[in-house]
């Protein structure tokens, strides 16, 4: 098992930054890759960002160049810095880690980004 903890949302300027973090436990070297999902109202979950094992990172179309994952295996944390925010970054914003047989989530951070 794998648990995800995420902090660090909150209410920002449109053009402000925020870094999002997530604490991860458990079965850590089970874990292959890990990330950011997204979900605002009535949408449904997107991916943000990802990193898989060994550092290669992917992101989503509408973040890229703006936004940042990274992973820090030494205290078990993963981040996604975010740049220039718009309201359309408005969402709930989910941690995800992936093993070779289960995905997990944690519950979630609210960023708001007011038009």
């Known amino acids: 098992q794998v648990q995800l903890v995420e902090s660090g949302g909150g209410l920002v300027q449109a053009g402000g930054s925020l870094r999002l973090s997530c604490a991860v436990s458990?079965?850590?070297?089970?874990?292959?890759?890990m990330g950011w999902y997204r979900q605002a109202p009535g949408k449904q979950r997107e991916l943000v960002a990802k990193i898989i094992r060994g550092g290669s990172a992917n992101y989503g179309g509408s973040v890229k160049d703006r936004f940042t994952i990274s992973r820090d295996y030494a205290k078990n944390m993963v981040y996604l810095q975010m740049n220039s925010l718009k309201p359309e970054d408005t969402a709930v914003y989910y941690c995800?880690?992936?093993?070779?047989?289960?995905?997990?989530w944690g519950q979630g951070t609210q960023v708001t980004v007011p038009s």
């Open positions: 995800w880690a992936y093993s070779d047989t289960n995905a997990y």
């Open positions: 458990g079965s850590i070297f089970s874990i292959n890759a």
